[in-house]
């Protein structure tokens, strides 16, 4: 069983930058992809940046582009989403996710593609 761990949360204003981090433990030779969810107050989960594991593809929601970084520490099995230029909308909790199965993408920022969960960090900007 996969173990996913959040830290770096916070609260900071509009322009401003965050790194959150996801440990991993458990099972995680078997991982084979990871990303970064965001679920705003009153809205549904949603996928902001994947990573293939060994970090050589990654994919971002729109949103994220140009701004968000994700990144993997292979060494210390952790995977960082670097945030910056923070606006009010990107306030909410930020999940950590792993699957140990491939489907039908290596690459996806849809719910179904990932069964392990970490319990989220707050984010949260301020105008």
């Known amino acids: 069983q996969v173990q996913l761990v959040e830290s770096g949360g916070g609260s900071v204003q509009a322009g401003g930058s965050l790194r959150l981090s996801c440990a991993a433990s458990g099972g995680t030779d078997s991982i084979t992809r990871m990303a970064w969810f965001h679920q705003a107050p009153g809205k549904g989960r949603e996928g902001v940046a994947a990573?293939?594991?060994?970090?050589?593809?990654?994919d971002y929601v729109d949103s994220a582009k140009g701004r968000f970084t994700i990144s993997q520490d292979n060494a210390k099995m952790t995977v960082y989403l670097q945030m910056n230029n923070l606006k009010p909308e990107d306030t909410g909790m930020y999940y950590c996710a792993a699957a140990n199965f491939y489907g039908s993408h290596d690459l996806a920022l849809g719910l179904t593609f990932y069964n392990y969960w970490g319990q989220g960090t707050q984010v949260t900007i301020s105008s």
């Open positions: 990573i293939l594991p060994g970090g050589g593809r990654t």
